[in-house]
């Protein structure tokens, strides 16, 4: 029951739409199945597979909307929730916000389901894990590592004669290596869509590597460097960035996309001329849904464009209030860049610091997104285009607004998944200059 | 892992949907008052451990939950979401062959919950064959049939949804009239009704309550384009409405005027305090780097604690299991033989899953262990760590700590951190006399930016209030303040606890650990502490 067809998920939701004697009325139903496996010292520590599914009914009267969700569609059921968020909603406050249901849409279907992924099972996981252990093992070091992958879809309708589904898949995996005696630490992460093209066999010699190569890490004044971010480094800092690209925060002036004396920087020069970042659902390799989480199509548009800003966030509220087209938001980002890998990034560098990997990213000052947080798992000195010895972890205390205007180079970007982002980014390996470390850490 | 978002983290803003997804069902607001029957728990449980021996577990625990959550959201003059959700359902977890099984259904029939306690025994068999050592319980005495509830005086889910958005509205209105340009405020309530049987003989009811009332005020200068906020001063309790009733015994007057606040909170005050804060802290000057001795409110002091204490002394993160997210600890089981000097002769530091009005009190964990009181850092010197039953062996422990959670039913309990305080000093000393004391130092009040690596050596905290201290006087109201400390100096470094007379608590709701990620709420108690020579670096930038 958890993953239905395009037949039977609008056949529920017309029932259910029908039902309401609401000025108007949408339903949602979702449905995934998750599965995961979980090790750590080398041993498999837990794993699980979780089924759900849910419908949701949103209500209006005038300006007041309720909602109820259930997880049974039974035709007792469902009526039961369509009067419930019907009750909600005559007893909800007034939201002056209010924005009418999305009138009927055409959304061009994107690429975001792979048979492949969705057909991994536990024998599938297991394996996995037992790659990754394995090769630790074999080379006395120790595994920790977790692998999630999972199939949805999403289908809604409204009483304006709205429709949309769409079915998903999507696997992540990410493994921490450790030498035995704790002092050298290394990491891989994958993030696919399409899991046919995954293993854990060969990317398991990334953090292997990283780990041995990490032992006996000397440390480095901290200061301004020139570094190599790689791409599961740089997203920390890019998708932090990106929660302030909302018109009505940059309006309201609280913001550092809002402009002195009012109004907000769209079409200002805010980065090096080589930022290029933009959105698009239907992007090879990392597609997302059609529409945004109000059903407005998303659609192919420019974010940043040469350095200059080209689109905010517009909630339909806020677009009405200001006169500008609501477009759905972004539910991914792409960061243009080169076409060079990270080892042909270091073989073009003098000096500098190679940063694997960013950890526990937390805003400092919303004025000038100035962000601090750790490297972590794999941080090396760079000499005449060669990694010279491991360095000791360092804090930096750095915005990516400036960041983004120091660039030296750009590399090619690759699919990641961000530690605390539900954006799916494709991003480039990035050579910086006068990146700023303000402390070291003994942490390994 | 503190996490930063509350809305993330709630699955309020996730889901590629049309419609937002909740934690759980919504539900009217007048279900939340109603609880399931205990005869009908107790019948379910029953069919779950008969289920579970007779598939061949040696051991079995069941939680029947009950889990419902409201949030009323508003900003300046609107409400922008009111949402009740509840979520139900079983999870068993057995011990067969010497492996853990775990198993969760939503269906709440003797039958659904039988079944889901065969597959747990089947997944524990099938987990044994790859086990190296077989799980070692500590032994936990059966309780038979008790009850605990969190002491509320006024059920929060039982307070009209008028009273709440009146609340809030008003504590808008009073912000914007004192001259905050934004604020957006927000209440959060929690009631864990959770049922746990074991095969030991335990049948534990439980009724959990917890309150949030967070608040951020945003000052705007539209000419120079700058803009600050300041947070409530407010803390995520277990307690019940009451926290919200502005009590004269609940204020923490500091010497400088600022109202800080224990068992019970004054929103509205406080709402108007921090619209004028925010717009001093738009013209207050920027500090100077350098070493500075820091007086902590315990409104600061929690987070660091929680950082930099409480995280580390979680066994699980010791020993390695938590490797690719958390991370480890620079803490090892050596450290602990040996009495390691975690900090000062000043710094005693307790675990408490008993006190009043904390996040993490129960009378019960998760594994039905009572909840208790016990030391951690005792006058500088780590001599314990935080363990569950299947842990107890490994630190040569006879019984749990009592320190195992699981944030819904749907997901296996394991060790989490309890509420973990700094104990007040014992000589008299009030905060007056303290900053007295102090010739260059910064005073802090409030928790902002944090971030520490993954084995908690190396922190970086910030904060909401910042005042000068030149030669034991507060000057002024200073800026772009962030501390860095290495975890062991900075404990090392303290130098006095004001007395008990400052003591109150600060927390979390949003503690992540595990993969899939768990939530768990945490208190951390101290009273204005001080802190010799840290390092305070300037976080102001300019964009050019």
Known sequence: ?444 | MHRRDFLAASGLALGSGVLPTFLGRAIAAEELVSTIDVAVKKRLADAALNAARSAGASYCDVRVGRYLRQFVITREKNVENVVSTESTGVGVRVIADGAWGFSASNEMTVDAVANAAKLATAIAKANAKSQTAPVQLAPTPGVGEVSWRTPVKKNAMAVPLKEKVDLLLGVNAAATDAGASFVNSILFLVNEQKYFASSDGSYIDQDVHRIWAPLTVTAIDKATGKFRTREGLSAPMGMGFEYLDGAASGKFVSPNGVVNYGLSYDMKEDAIAAAKQAQAKLKAPTVKPGKYDLVLDPSHTWLTIHESVGHPLELDRVLGYEANYAGTSFVTLDKVKQRFQYGSPEVSIVADKTQYGSLGAVGYDDEGVKTKKWDLIRDGKLVDLEAIRDQAHIIGKSASDGCCYADNWANVQFQRMPNVSLEAGKKKQSVADMIAGVENGIYIIGDGSFSIDQQRYNAQFGGQLFYEIKNGKITQQIEDVAYQIRTPEFWNACVGVCDASDYRMGGSFFDGKGQPSQVSTVSHGSSTARFNGINVINTARSLG
Do not use: H
Not at chain 1, 62 to 72: C, E, F, L, P
Not at chain 1, 134 to 158: H, M, P, R, W
């Open chain 1, 1 to 444: 029951m958890s993953i239905l067809t395009e037949e039977q998920a609008r056949a529920i939701l017309t029932k259910v739409v029908a039902l309401s004697k609401a000025d108007e009325c949408t339903a949602q139903l979702t449905g995934s199945i998750d599965g995961n496996i979980r090790f750590a010292l080398n041993n498999i520590s837990t794993s699980g597979v979780i089924t759900n599914s849910d419908l949701a009914v949103q209500v209006a009267f005038g300006k007041r909307v309720g909602t109820a969700t259930i997880n049974q569609f039974d035709d007792a059921s469902l009526e039961r929730a369509v009067r419930r968020a019907e009750d909600l909603a005559r007893l909800a406050p007034e939201n002056p916000e209010f924005v009418p249901a999305v009138a009927k849409q055409v959304y061009k279907p994107s690429p975001t389901f792979s048979a492949a992924t969705a057909a991994i099972d536990p024998e599938y996981r297991a394996k996995v894990a037992g790659d990754s252990i394995t090769a630790c093992k074999a080379e006395k070091l120790i595994a920790a590592g977790f692998l999630q992958d999972g199939q949805s879809y999403v289908a809604f309708a409204n009483s304006k004669g709205n429709f949309g589904y769409q079915r998903a898949s999507s696997m992540d995996y990410t493994c921490t290596v450790r030498s035995e005696d704790g002092r050298g630490s290394g990491w891989v992460g994958r993030s696919l869509q399409d899991s046919s093209a995954f293993s854990a066999s060969t990317d398991i010699r990334t953090g292997i590597r990283k780990a041995s190569a990490s032992v006996d890490a000397r440390a480095l004044e901290p200061g301004k460097y020139t570094v190599i971010l790689e791409p599961a480094a740089a997203a920390g800092l890019i998708s932090f960035m990106m929660n302030f690209f909302d018109a009505r925060q940059a309006d309201e002036g609280r913001s550092f996309l809002s402009k002195k004396g009012g109004g907000n920087k769209v079409g200002e020069q805010v980065y090096d001329p080589r930022v290029n970042f933009t959105a698009d659902p239907w992007a090879p390799g990392a597609a997302v849904m059609p529409w945004d989480e109000e059903g407005l199509p998303r659609e192919a548009m420019p974010i940043i464009k040469d350095g200059k800003i080209v689109n905010l966030n517009y909630s339909r509220y806020w677009a009405q209030k200001q006169g500008k087209r609501a477009v759905g938001s972004p539910g991914n980002l792409l960061m243009a860049g080169g076409t060079k890998s990270t080892a042909d990034l270091i073989r073009g560098t003098e000096r500098g610091i190679l940063v694997s990997r960013t950890w526990y990213i937390r805003m400092v000052d919303p004025q000038t997104v100035l962000l601090t947080g750790l490297t972590r798992d794999g941080t090396f000195y760079i000499e005449n285009g060669e990694i010279k010895y491991p360095v000791k972890n360092f804090r930096f205390n750095e915005s990516p607004v400036i960041m983004l205007n120091n660039i030296d180079e750009l590399g090619k970007p690759v699919r990641v998944a961000g530690d605390e982002s539900s954006l799916v980014m494709m991003i480039p390996p990035m050579k910086l200059r006068d990146f700023t470390f303000t402390s070291l850490s003994d942490a390994v």
